[in-house]
């Protein structure tokens, strides 16, 4: 048992167009193994020790709480093959919750509640208790692509998101939310629009797929079906990334009021601000001015990427909010 405690903590802190499916492992959700830890359970990946999609429903052993399951095969709800992955948003056993509950930190920077219905990537072996996040990926892409069908319990809201990082430092990161029931109209294609911060290759992809708000209140029995995800890779370069110093921001790090300053006069610029996770937080309006002011008070402590367009030029700089 203590193992396995040692497992999941370690599991905690690691937490025109062309169409490419060939780097995104097991994109059509077909191929499951039975869990390691939960036989009666099975996973969307090739076993212990293998990189791909991974669940929490390891939390269903005596061990750890014995919480129902959460992840499961489906075969009669597919776009396409012969199954699909269904998620249910379901309330944990308190022994379970008081294991999990602080790993939402470092994936979306609060606790999370006590239900989840969780599906990410990446490479856990039980045998020596580690956990690496992501999957391998070295392409720029543009859009990631999955499709689902959703039925929310109320108001709840279904959460997509993924990170392009290297060496665990964001490259690019895109969001996509829904809290509409897909009802008699079938399956959807969700689609999210990756936000580049850095001009860097990408070494890694995290995705991570909630049936339930990740911001506010999951509720319990909301369930998410998904399959067939695939990207969209760039047919150009889309934006030119800055390396001069023509971009001033003060005070850095800051309470989150800072100010942009710009070396270039009488041009048309504007202001976008962006979290770690790539979603936009703000964006001005086109000006001429040389100076811009931020107010970030109201959002969380850490890091944010500026990006300051100009022309056809995009400058990125780091801010730090504490």
Known sequence: ??????????????????????????????????????????????????????????????????SPISVTRCSDTVHSGSYSVRLQTRAYTPASWNYYNAWGTPFIGHPY???????????????????????????????????????????????????????????????????????????????????????????????LISSSSLDKNPKAGSILWLDDASVTLPTGVNELVSTENDIEIFPNPSNGIFTIRSQTNNEEQYVEVYNMLGAKIHSSAKSKLSAYTVDLSNQSKGIYFVKVYQGEKCTTRKIVVQ
């Open 113 to 207: 509640n006590d239900t989840l219905g969780i599906l990410f990537n990446g490479n856990a072996n039980v045998s020596n208790q580690s956990y690496a996040p992501g999957i391998p990926y070295t392409q720029k892409i543009t859009q990631f692509h999955i499709y689902y069908q959703y039925k929310p319990n109320g108001n709840d809201t279904a959460v997509f998101r993924i990170s392009l990082v290297k060496q665990r430092s964001l490259i690019a990161g895109g969001i996509f939310k829904t809290n509409v029931a897909t009802g008699n109209s079938g399956w959807q294609q969700a689609t999210i629009n990756m936000t580049y911060v850095s001009a860097l290759t990408p070494d890694t992809m995290w995705v």
């Open 1 to 66: 048992m203590k193992k396995l405690l040692q497992f999941c903590f370690a599991f905690i802190i690691l937490s025109s167009t062309h169409q490419l499916n060939a780097q995104i492992i097991n994109p059509g959700f077909e191929t499951w193994t039975n869990d390691f830890l939960v036989p009666t359970a099975m996973n969307p990946n090739s076993g212990n020790a293998t990189t791909g999609w991974w669940d929490y429903n390891y939390f269903n052993s005596s061990f750890l709480g014995s």
